[in-house]
Nanobody, 125 residues
Framework: HVQLVESGGGVVQAGGSLRLSCTHS????????MGWFRRAPWKEREGVAA???????SYADSVKGRFTISQDNAKNTLYLQMNNLKPEDTAMYYC????????????????????WGPGTQVTVS
């Protein structure tokens, strides 16, 4: 039974930072891809950042240079360091995983992921 649980969301002023964490259980795969997605009110879910088991990363243009995705496989934890936050970053953030490696063009597509966490809210004022 796979479980993903996000934490670290909150309210922060513009220009501030947050670090999101996603702990996962029952999800061990030597080959995998994990990602962060977000959904703002009245908008579709969009990919923010992704990382695979080879360490390859992908970022949405809107967060490049501000967000960093990383993973600690020993702790079964995925991270998203978010710096210089903007009001437009306000959204519910979700982590997701798949047991497959994905082409770079597909890493930020929600449809490519099987497992999802319940989300954590980030509000930038």
């Amino acid at each position: 039974h796979v479980q993903l649980v996000e934490s670290g969301g909150g309210v922060v002023q513009a220009g501030g930072s947050l670090r999101l964490s996603c702990t996962h259980s029952g999800y061990t795969s030597s080959r995998h891809c994990m990602g962060w997605f977000r959904r703002a009110p009245w908008k579709e879910r969009e990919g923010v950042a992704a990382i695979d088991s080879d360490g390859n990363t992908s970022y949405a243009d809107s967060v490049k240079g501000r967000f960093t995705i990383s993973q600690d496989n020993a702790k079964n934890t995925l991270y998203l360091q978010m710096n210089n936050l903007k009001p437009e970053d306000t959204a519910m953030y979700y982590c997701a995983g798949t047991r497959f490696l994905l082409l770079s063009a597909n890493r930020l597509r929600p449809s490519q992921y099987t497992y999802w966490g319940p989300g954590t809210q980030v509000t930038v004022s």
